[in-house]
């Protein structure tokens, strides 16, 4: 299974990075698939209650007003018919590309087994919802998929008269069925509507609107599609004629072909096994699970930094317990938690200038505590030596950083950039630790902690508590969002960065001390 | 990479990605029976008689038992199995007892099976036997069809309607 889940990283990586060069990283498609689905998924409804509208649910009308719909009403209806095919199909792609880069990333077993067994109905009803749109065409596509759906539930020898005697003949068809398959067409996606809201339960501000660049270039695609190859109707549906040759939408029925020369019990085994092995995957094999993060009451304020930040809703604020004079303490949920320490680095006790008390932020990572942290930055600063010296802290999955360690490169992994505070650039600069800063981690839009990126970023840029310190020279502060095939661009980055600040600064190694004592930068800071 | 260039890139990109949808939405043509072939259609849900036949309950019987469930006859619930053969210019395409269906073999035989066939002319035979009889058959029916390629003829059974029935 790693071995699988290593070789579609690769793919995955190397398509990020390929789109990458294509669109801005707000834009890149395969970092917005979630969000791409929900946008796919109201043009199918709005597109569909509009065709609804025509769409006569008897058996012998229901063809000749989809009909009506495309020929007749092309301008309008027949391009919401469309829209309502292809968005579908498109709905297919993006959700089967989103299961297989959430797998590839790891991001489904641990405690984000949630998002992915949820998920696994709503894929099966987005094909039952398909499938059972096709039905209601009733031309020859749809009285193969009808003959093929009744026959291979038949199979089951659950139900009291086989269903697929429905369609033995044309006598034997009644308008009742037509009313069924209407009902579970809309009823199926609203059912799964409903599941995707607890999909989304255990990730805070879930992105589920693609930027409206990408949404209006993807809606433009689709529109120029349906005007350009409108989805047409088959031959109209005949029980006394074999459809024969058909034009199977190979998106949602692919293994219709096989259903049908299959036996049953091969095809409903393999099915349950599938079923199973997808619900099964979090624990295929279990992870090994990081400790989730702890509070410390005796430096926590219940500011609710943590709270606001932490990307997986494992925080919950409640009240004081220790008869201090705060209103809240923040609460972690170990069955949220993913140990990613977004919580740690957005605490303001994260102060690696702190030498008067132990360094113990109010919340932190059990396992790579703040303190270990800034342990591990005096250690790799001691060795560094030559001009342009540069302290690399990179996240998990990005760039290897052992690949870009050197005399001058020293580098300090974190579980994710998130959990860096600010404040360890400016104690890195002020001590003379280093003569930069590169901070380096997942695809920009991409980050395996889902905010850790972007709470950088603004906590950087000032717009995100804790914010990086004015005095802090910008210049010597460089970000690399490259990803794990990022090894080669963050080498390069780290040559120019090196040859740049070796010019631009003398040899600090010669610099005397800095003049503020740890008191007065703890005083300064804090 | 300069923006024109990234324009004209990302306009290829969706671009493909529809040629793909538009495509494979309907495109390649699925074969579901071959060229100049047919199908026949056999399927019915009918029971056969009882294992154990019905009788009229004898007046001690009828003592025995309490006044509400009284009644006049007694019938064993296992029925046997229907016998089932599809006979296509003189071949025997099909042939199978069908057991009778439910826990306790209480419920109708059924059968839904489709043969594919050349199509052209052909005589078809349907025989059925659903009684405890050793030999030979209830309900036999020969009927010479010509059938068109690709044409379903549905072969249904109902013994209120005569038996075999020809669609």
Redesign the interface.
Known sequence: MSALRLALHRCVDLTENA?G???PPAWN?VLNLGALGFFFYWIITVSGIYIYIFFDTGVQNAYQSIEYMTHEQWYLAGIMRSLH??AS??LI?VMLLHLVREFARDRCRGVRWFSWVTGVPVLVMVYFAGISGYWLVWDKLAQ?VAIVST?WL?MLGIFG??I??NF?????LESRFFTLMIFMHIAIPLIALAILWIHLQRVTKPRINPPRGLAL??FA??M??SL??P??SQAPAD?????????????YLPL??LL?TLPGNLTWGLAGCFLVIMIAIPWLPPMKRALPAAVDLDNCNGCARCYNDCPYNAITLVARTDGRAFEREPLVNPAYCVACGLCAGSCPTSMPFRRLSALSPGIDLQERTIASLRDQTEEVAGGLTGPGRIMVFGCDDGPALKRVASQSIGIVPVVCLGQLPPTFIDYVLSRNLADGVMLTGCSENSCTARFGIEWTKQRLAGERDPHLRNRVPRERLRTLWAGAAGTGALQQALVEFSSELASATPDVRAAPPPTCSPATMETQDA | MPDMLRYAGQFVFLAMIMVVIGYFSSQPVYLQIPDGMAQIKLSFSHGGARKVDCRKLTVKELAALPPTKRRPNTCGRERIPVHVQLVLDGQLLYDELLEATGLWNDGPSRTYKKLIVPAGPHVVVARLRDTKRQSGFDYEVSQDVTLEPFQNLAIDFKADAGGFQFR
Do not use: C, M, N, T
């Open positions: 789109l060069w294509l669109f498609p095919r292809y199909d498109a792609i193969y026959e038949d008269q086989p697929a005697r033995l003949s044309p006598d034997a270039s993807v695609a689709l120029a599609l350009i190859h989805a047409l029980l006394a004629v074999v459809p024969g040759k058909v034009g199977l939408d190979w998106f219709y072909p049908e």
